[in-house]
């Protein structure tokens, strides 16, 4: 049997089944999601144009996918600062939203910014105890636990504020909840997350007051309507609060079945169909309202359910990872999938404010999906890779002293 076939064999396969499940359940709902956007010359349906297009993207990433499956994540690791700085790169001439059009391909290179700080922030703290010894003591500041802070906090902190000059908040919030789990999967000290914390509460007033209404002209407007929505008061639907109404009514009314895919409003039953549900986004930011109309609550859990059973498995493999970096990888890309799917199905029921954020693998989102499954690839590369063999470095170590008093010298 030769290395490749062990390792097709070795894949975890129901991690791949869940996410191309997902990938599957994602092309149906964009063909109904999209179905009402104008129809351009010799195309039949919109919304059959638009899942087509995503078949496409599913088929390089899959591409991506199992070739990172079977590359060692160690050696994918080196194309982590190239990813990060092409992703700030491309994010600083984007537009005034971080989109960036190449040909007729358009993107938003903050989810390629995510994926390099991901991998270089792991690569970063798997050579860091090598490095440390280089690195002359001062103090507590340049111990191994403050160093990683500085690596992470650098990194994200950088990548955050970057995006977010761009006024893509949901994107830069995503770095949040992944600085957090990198700062816990990396062994920091309780005590430095407490600080950590308390600081970052602390500045919760600067960044919403001051920092916030000048880099984002919608930012502080959204979170204001959600605020107001959260605790009952009056909001006007025709005007700030109206997606925010439309697509948390959607979600609530269709009950147990919902109104059924490609539903009309024949009966006046479909908000979608109707148009209330926003059409241009429809597809992509809210799928998860069109999803929760269509199919109803038996849809909406099971799609919820789906995606625990892939970050559950994912887990899993990060617990059988051979080192730190994989552990983070692993962990990194829950952190990310979470966030992604908490936020966007969270402002579909008024648990978050509205941001422009997909939901993974089910949003039309070409790049994002050729992200999600090369993520998806490393995880996948985590565990096919979990028993491969370290090379041990040996090295003298003090001289000891044997049960008879002779001295010794210990090899590790």
């Known amino acids: 049997m030769t290395p490749l076939f062990r390792k097709l064999l070795g894949l975890n396969w129901p991690l791949v089944l869940t996410m191309y499940g997902l990938l599957v359940f994602g092309v149906f709902s964009i063909e109904s999601a999209a179905r009402h956007l104008p129809v351009t010359e010799g195309v039949l349906s919109a919304g059959a144009w ?28 080196w194309l982590g600062l190239p990813m990060w700085l092409a992703g700030l790169g491309l994010m600083s001439i984007s537009s005034g939203v971080g989109q960036v059009t190449i040909g007729t391909i358009s993107f938003q290179p903050a989810q390629l910014i995510l994926a390099g700080g991901l991998m270089l922030i792991g690569s970063l703290l798997q050579d860091l105890p090598r490095l440390g010894r280089k690195i002359p003591k001062v103090g507590w500041l340049l111990d191994e636990p403050f160093l990683k802070i500085l690596i992470v906090g650098v990194i994200s902190g950088g990548s ?6 761009k006024g893509d908040m949901g994107s830069a919030i ?3 909840p992944l600085a957090a789990v990198l700062l816990l999967v990396a062994g920091i000290p309780f005590r430095y997350l407490s600080v950590i914390a308390l600081v970052g509460i602390a500045a919760l007033p600067i960044a919403f007051y001051i920092i916030l209404p000048e880099k984002s002209e919608r930012g502080p407007e959204r979170l204001d309507t959600y605020w107001r929505m959260l605790h009952g008061k009056e909001v006007d639907v025709q005007d700030e609060g109206y997606a925010a109404h439309r697509i948390s009514v959607a979600v609530g009314k269709a009950g147990w079945s919902g109104t059924g895919s490609n539903a009309d409003n024949s009966l006046g039953t479909s908000l979608h169909a109707a148009g209330f549900i ?3 986004t429809a597809h992509n930011d809210y ?15 099971l799609l919820v359910t789906s995606f625990a059973l892939l970050l559950v498995l994912c887990l899993f493999i990060g617990a059988y990872a051979r080192d730190p970096m994989g552990r983070l990888i692993v962990g990194g890309t829950v952190a990310i999938l979470f966030a992604h799917i908490f936020e966007n199905i969270g402002m579909c029921v008024l648990i978050t404010p509205i941001t422009g954020i997909p939901l993974p693998l089910i949003s039309y989102s070409g790049t994002f999906v050729l992200i999600c499954m090369f993520l998806l690839g490393l995880v996948q590369s985590v565990w096919v890779h979990r028993g491969v063999e370290r090379p041990v470095v040996e090295e003298k170590s003090k001289p000891g002293k044997d049960s008879l008093g002779r001295t010794e010298s210990l090899k590790i």
């Open 160 to 165: 955050f504020l970057i995006v977010m000059g």
């Open 278 to 280: 926003p059409k241009d």
């Open 174 to 176: 995503v770095w949040v």
């Open 50 to 77: 638009y899942a087509d297009k995503q078949k496409t993207w599913i088929l390089i990433g899959s591409l991506v996918y199992f070739a990172t499956a079977l590359i060692d994540y160690r050696w994918l690791r």
């Open 287 to 301: 799928i998860f309202a069109v999803i929760a109309e269509e199919q109803g609550f038996r849809g909406s859990l």
